[in-house]
């Protein structure tokens, strides 16, 4: 079982910046890739980006490719999403999710496990 609490989101006026950070509870953090998804009002869930085990392998939406950077630190159990050069499509309810991995394939076909509470992201034009 793998707990997630997201953190950082807020109110940002457009092209400003946020460090999304996702703490995860557990000893093998190591084991499990990451992804950070979100959803608008009336939109899907959609995944914004995913991390292999290691960190060595990103995947990332078109949307949001050259402005958000995700990384990891294994020492911290913590994920994290920079965004930068926000827009207000932007806007949405971040989500941090899980799941064990045993390759360190990170595409965005793939199904994760554990979710966290969610963190609202709000950039004003």
């Known amino acids: 079982q793998v707990q997630l609490v997201e953190s950082g989101g807020g109110l940002v006026q457009a092209g400003g910046s946020l460090r999304l950070s996702c703490a995860a509870s557990g000893r093998t953090f190591s084991s499990y890739g990451m992804g950070w998804f979100r959803q608008a009002p009336g939109k899907e869930r959609e995944l914004v980006a995913a991390i292999s085990r290691s960190g060595g392998r990103t995947y990332y939406a078109d949307s949001v490719k050259g402005r958000f950077t995700i990384s990891r630190d294994n020492a911290r159990n913590t994920v994290y999403l920079q965004m930068n050069s926000l827009k207000p499509e932007d806007t949405a309810v971040y989500y941090c999710?899980?799941?064990?991995?045993?390759?360190?394939?990170?595409?965005?076909?793939?199904?994760?496990?554990?979710w966290g509470q969610g963190t609202q992201v709000t950039v004003s034009s």
């Open positions: 999710a899980a799941a064990r991995r045993y390759s360190d394939y990170v595409g965005p076909d793939l199904g994760y496990d554990y």
